[in-house]
C-alpha cells in the first residue's frame, strides 16, 4: 500500500470518528417544568445557575417551561399545571403547596428543593437514562409519577 493511500484511509477514519463523536447523546425532547418564586433566594439561584447548566447539557433536548408562582397575571395557568403535575405524582406532601423552587421531569419524576445544582444536573441525566436517581440531600424530597 502507497504512503498516499494510507493517508485518505487515515483521513478518512479521522473524519468518520469525528462525525460519530458530534452524534446527539439525547434523542428525545424532554420537558422540564419548573415552577418558582420570584424573590426566593433558592429559586433565584436555581435560575441563575442550574438552568444555563441544564440548557448546556441537553440542548435543544429540554424543554424548560418556567412558572412564577408569584405571578398574579399567570396565576391560572401556573395553578392549573402545578394542580395537574401535582395529581400525577405519588404521594405528593400537601404541606409544600406552592413552596420553590419545584422542578417536574414530565414522566420521570419531580423534586422539591435543590441543594446541589450538579447532582440535580446528574439526576436528570439519570432520569431519561433510566438510572436510579441519586439519595437527596435533606432540604430536597422527591416524587415519582404514579405509572412509572
Known amino acids: 500500500i502507497s504512503m498516499k493511500k494510507i493517508l485518505k484511509i487515515l483521513v478518512i477514519v479521522?473524519?468518520?470518528?469525528?462525525?460519530?463523536?458530534?452524534?446527539?447523546?439525547?434523542?428525545?425532547?424532554?420537558?422540564?417544568?419548573?415552577?418558582?418564586?420570584?424573590g426566593c433566594a433558592n429559586c433565584e439561584f436555581f435560575t441563575k445557575k442550574g438552568i444555563p447548566l441544564i440548557e448546556k447539557e441537553f440542548g435543544k433536548h429540554m424543554k424548560i417551561v418556567k412558572y412564577n408562582?408569584?405571578?398574579?397575571?399567570?396565576?391560572?395557568?401556573?395553578?392549573?399545571?402545578?394542580?395537574?403535575?401535582?395529581?400525577?405524582?405519588?404521594?405528593?406532601?400537601?404541606?409544600q403547596y406552592g413552596v420553590g423552587p419545584f422542578l417536574v421531569l414530565e414522566n420521570h419524576?419531580?423534586?422539591?428543593?435543590v441543594y446541589d445544582i450538579e447532582k440535580f444536573l446528574n439526576n436528570l441525566i439519570r432520569a431519561v437514562?433510566?438510572?436510579?436517581?441519586?439519595?437527596?440531600?435533606?432540604?430536597?424530597?422527591?416524587y415519582y409519577f404514579k405509572n412509572n
Open 14 to 38: 479521522i473524519f468518520v470518528t469525528s462525525l460519530l463523536g458530534c452524534q446527539d447523546k439525547y434523542h428525545e425532547t424532554y420537558t422540564l417544568r419548573y415552577y418558582y418564586i420570584e
Open 69 to 95: 408562582m408569584d405571578d398574579a397575571t399567570s396565576f391560572d395557568k401556573f395553578k392549573k399545571a402545578y394542580d395537574h403535575d401535582l395529581e400525577q405524582l405519588q404521594d405528593f406532601d400537601y404541606d
Open 109 to 113: 419524576y419531580a423534586q422539591l428543593g
Open 129 to 142: 437514562s433510566g438510572e436510579k436517581l441519586m439519595a437527596p440531600e435533606k432540604i430536597e424530597k422527591y
